[in-house]
């Protein structure tokens, strides 16, 4: 199964609407880093899903986590 999103396209992401789960997000954390994941819910726990397969999930605990918007469309220029 290809990946939903390519390096090189575009993505518009909204501040302003609420996440659910399946949701991509830029998510930010208590370093001012940015990452780019998919909300899922895996039990009674909540993980941050990568795009790529090598990586891990990462589990919402107590870590500093915000997330900064949803992505609500992507571009694919040729």
């Known amino acids: ?3 939903e999103f ?3 396209e575009i993505i518009i992401v909204n501040a302003h609407i609420a996440w659910e789960v399946g949701s991509y997000v830029i998510v ?3 370093k001012g880093e940015a990452i780019f994941k998919q909300i899922k819910k895996k ?3 909540w993980v ?3 795009l ?3 990586y891990e ?3 919402v605990d107590n870590r500093q986590l915000y997330v900064v918007g949803v992505v609500v ?3 694919k220029r040729y």
Request: charge should be neutral.
């Open 52 to 54: 790529n397969p090598k």
């Open 6 to 8: 390519r390096e090189g």
């Open 57 to 59: 999930d990462i589990v």
């Open 1 to 3: 199964m290809e990946p």
């Open 28 to 30: 930010k954390n208590g």
């Open 73 to 75: 469309e992507k571009l």
């Open 48 to 50: 941050l899903h990568p």
């Open 43 to 45: 039990g009674d726990k």
